[in-house]
């Protein structure tokens, strides 16, 4: 297991964790600056982000400060409540994928989607499975335009609680079981070690309380092409008081962080760890400089 | 399946739903005269509402408005910071045992408990894993005195949000895995058809979004005798305001109840529908006629 106690080489940092400081939205490119300021190697940028910059502007800055990505947040929303929709989904995963060739991201992070119209509180239907087949039909076709264009996509399976709004694949088990019906290892022996066109982003915060997740995490390094694209980091806190934004920092909240990046480390993951923290009433209010240091700190203590 | 159009005979209404009426606490004894009242057969207590009136008193009103059980809530909370707490847990445990025979429950109700003094905001330790092996062994021990005394013992697998504080088996599937190791099936004929020593209590809240839920639902079904004890119903907001306290009333959230009933009863299951919501914005705050009224036409119409 690699000893991240003297330095944050690995580190990157999701760019959410850093959208609001002292309670105000920053602009992404001062973001960048200020991940630059502390020697950050890299980031996973969230495609609005991106968009109130520039989608140039950010890729020349990146490439001028030479910060990389860890990931691209994010495709998916796949289901749809008609067949206009569904097509919709498509072209903007295109889109999306197209930015992540830009950006030269290792990997198209996906939150696939769930019931359509419950976001907004108004499902459209309640039919899980019903959605979990958009969601499968959605992915295979961009993975074909992945395949192309040579774009990893990363299933994000998210935590249950999210399941109606957010994402139907909800734990790891669900995610590498699309994984293989869609993108099935290959003969070629020049596969092995190299990223699959499809696996996970594995966060912490989603898939915690999973009593197969060792298990899983195995089955996924023992894929030719690696699965495991991404992994996340932040924490459990007790007690959660917002099933969204009430994620807390590393060590303070009840994920048994270090173990579990040896489980994923043992299963050959060997890239950043990403630091995605959602936080209204915490980090969300107090300066950048505070939580990036945090995370930096923490990052070196207890990831 | 079973038509619940034209009656109520298959109701069965958790005192918790009716716990708080207009915000105010109410007392077990008169919510078990408002059921009576409207013709409901089955009531499932929670033991601090039993204990604020008294065992025997509400034993004797049961009898007196032939009203029965349809599970008595609740046994569990193993998991424990020191030898001492799970001693203490494993008798607490026995009394609820004993007071579920006194008023004639067909189960008792596990919620199993997770990491201790996460509840309170301050966890003893974040292993999980030791956690679930805190729980098995507390489950075993228990188990041994409810078959001596002829009390099933119902799992009650929680959503994976409650896993730090309240829960730590948290899919149907870990459930049967644990039933299965502590309660094999016996090569006994006569075990057919009956309640299993060792099941499960099946919540819709807690259950709904998992991928596998109908096949581990047909699992339990294939058990001789059958884990299926208890079958609880209520529904999933979008959104959902809380983690413990936002539970909607059936038909108002995303829950394919019809559907799920569909899979329980073709696994054998042939008991009470039991309506559990924990309501603290909502229900809770309405009249308690209203909230009964609702539950009885919902069960109905929608479920």
Redesign the interface.
Known sequence: MRDFSTNHHWLSINTATLRRQKGQEVALDLIIDQCAARGVRAISPWRDQVAAVGLDKIARQLKALNIELSGYCRGGFYPAADAAGLRAALDDNRRAIDEAKTLNAPCLVLVVGA?PG??Q?K?AY???ARA?GEVRDGIAASLEYARSVGMPLAIEPL???Q???RA?I??LE?ALDLCDELDPPRPATSDTGRPADLGIALDVYHC????KLESQIARAGRARATRLLAYHVCD?L???RD?LNDRGMMGDG???LRKLRGWVEAAGYAGYSEVEIFSTLDWWQRPGEETLATCIERHRSVV
Chains 1, 2 share one sequence.
């Open positions: 019931l419950a976001l509180g499902p309640k039919d899980i979990r935590h249950p609680m399941a109606a709004e139907c909800n734990t669900q915690w309380w999973d009593p459990w007790t007690p959660t099933l009840v994920v048994e």
